[in-house]
């Protein structure tokens, strides 16, 4: 068994969120929710970071979660 392209880049996502707010990584992984699926794990519950602007323009806002209709067909 072994983790999707999506489950990694969820994972990273988690480590960039937990290095801009210097928090602990843990808690946030031991949340995710994993479903076995044809490319392998993938985490439900991705973190989504927000990176905000200097200028008032709308933040960026990453989310790596799928339609969930998908996950569950693949599940």
Known sequence: MNLSDQAVGAVMMALQKSLME???IVPTLKEFEFRNS????MVMNPTI?????????EPMILDLSED????????
């Open 38 to 41: 044809e490319e392998g794990l």
């Open 49 to 57: 970071v927000k990176f905000g602007t200097d200028n008032n323009e």
């Open 22 to 24: 210097q928090s602990d």
């Open 68 to 75: 969930q209709d998908s996950l569950e067909k693949n599940a």
